[in-house]
């Protein structure tokens, strides 16, 4: 299955890329971003690609064989971006991105466990290296627990009578299984969003602590950007968003007190900005783009610049 990069004219041109610049792909995927990035940068311009998944790493050093020496590309989860940026030599670099979204090759894989759409084991770890996996989640994890994590990763409302349905039904061994209990359990009726699409993001989320690899790498993108470097980071859903947009203000005020020291013209933090937000609204993909690839459609760009 071929793996579309999203947004891939309004990343490069966010970016502001330039002949012999330094990039950090953190989420390589499918090589399609990094491609553009080397070729906006060429011929000499540098590249750091980064991504959890083993198979997408080879996949990635096939697409960008021509590139070979100008591009380094390891296997590791983007929230040890600043270990391997310093380990391979990028600092002070000029373009961080960090598209979150799950690679059509992950989706389309039934043994990655990732889609209900074809039938394959629970697993949904983007590093196959990784212990947790779906299963346990679905047949270990307490009933509360297992509806809260539904609850807040898939912003589910029918999340405990989901957690219910599932607890009784255990041991699930597929995806299919799951799914169709799922779609039971939330007694929601099938419409263009399938009844067990919250409850799958809500499982991958846990599975590989998205969130918390989000909150740990936006300061260390930060940490990596020389003056006037950027960054872009592409949201598909909104817990993704609400972090990226909340980090990018925060870093973009000279104070952060709470508002009750700064109604009365108080500062205690002593924090000063450290970048200028270039997308006061999100980028989202035009009509076309959804229309030519429909995993496009809830894609949200956000750019900020190092001070």
């Given at each position: 299955?071929?793996?579309?990069?999203?947004?891939?004219?309004?990343?490069?041109?966010?970016?502001?890329?330039?002949?012999?610049?330094?990039?950090?792909?953190?989420?390589?995927?499918?090589?399609?971003?990094?491609?553009?990035?080397?070729?906006?940068?060429?011929?000499?311009?540098?590249?750091?690609?980064?991504?959890?998944?083993?198979?997408?790493?080879?996949?990635?050093?096939?697409?960008?064989?021509?590139?070979?020496?100008?591009?380094?590309?390891?296997?590791?989860?983007?929230?040890?971006?600043?270990?391997?940026?310093?380990?391979?030599?990028?600092?002070?670099?000029?373009?961080?991105?960090?598209?979150?979204?799950?690679?059509?090759?992950?989706?389309?894989?039934?043994?990655?466990?990732?889609?209900?759409?074809?039938?394959?084991?629970?697993?949904?770890?983007?590093?196959?290296?990784?212990?947790?996996?779906?299963?346990?989640?679905?047949?270990?994890?307490?009933?509360?627990?297992?509806?809260?994590?539904?609850?807040?990763?898939?912003?589910?409302?029918?999340?405990?009578?989901?957690?219910?349905?599932?607890?009784?039904?255990?041991?699930?061994?597929?995806?299919?299984?799951?799914?169709?209990?799922?779609?039971?359990?939330?007694?929601?009726?099938?419409?263009?969003?399938?009844?067990?699409?919250?409850?799958?993001?809500?499982?991958?989320?846990?599975?590989?602590d998205e969130l918390g690899a989000l909150e740990a790498a936006l300061p260390q993108a930060l940490g990596l950007l020389a003056a006037g470097g950027r960054v872009a980071v592409i949201a598909f859903h909104s817990l993704e968003d609400r972090i990226v947009k909340q980090f990018m203000?925060?870093?973009?005020?000279?104070?952060?007190?709470?508002?009750?020291?700064?109604?009365?013209?108080?500062?205690?933090?002593?924090?000063?900005?450290?970048?200028?937000?270039?997308?006061?609204?999100?980028?989202?993909?035009?009509?076309?783009?959804?229309?030519?690839?429909?995993?496009?459609?809830?894609?949200?760009?956000?750019?900020?610049?190092?001070?």
């Open positions: 299955m071929e793996h579309t990069p999203v947004l891939l004219s309004q990343v490069i041109a966010g970016l502001n890329l330039r002949r012999g610049a330094t990039c950090i792909d953190a989420t390589t995927g499918g090589g399609g971003h990094a491609e553009a990035m080397l070729q906006a940068t060429g011929p000499d311009g540098r590249l750091l690609g980064l991504d959890a998944d083993t198979e997408a790493i080879a996949r990635v050093r096939l697409r960008l064989a021509a590139y070979a020496d100008r591009v380094t590309l390891i296997q590791t989860n983007f929230r040890e971006l600043a270990a391997a940026a310093t380990a391979n030599g990028f600092t002070a670099v000029d373009a961080i991105l960090l598209d979150l979204g799950v690679s059509s090759y992950q989706l389309g894989d039934p043994a990655r466990g990732f889609s209900f759409l074809s039938d394959g084991p629970l697993d949904m770890r983007m590093d196959p290296r990784g212990d947790l996996t779906a299963a346990e989640i679905v047949n270990e994890w307490p009933q509360e627990e297992l509806a809260n994590a539904i609850y807040r990763y898939g912003e589910e409302t029918h999340s405990r009578r989901i957690a219910r349905a599932i607890v009784a039904a255990r041991p699930l061994r597929t995806t299919a299984e799951l799914a169709e209990v799922v779609a039971g359990g939330s007694n929601r009726p099938s419409g263009r969003i399938h009844p067990a699409t919250r409850t799958f993001q809500a499982l991958r989320i846990a599975v590989n203000q925060r870093e973009a005020r000279d104070c952060v007190c709470p508002p009750d020291l700064t109604r009365v013209g108080l500062c205690r933090c002593g924090h000063k900005a450290t970048v200028r937000i270039i997308t006061r609204k999100p980028i989202p993909p035009d009509e076309g783009e959804v229309i030519a690839n429909p995993r496009s459609r809830s894609a949200k760009l956000r750019i900020a610049e190092r001070l």
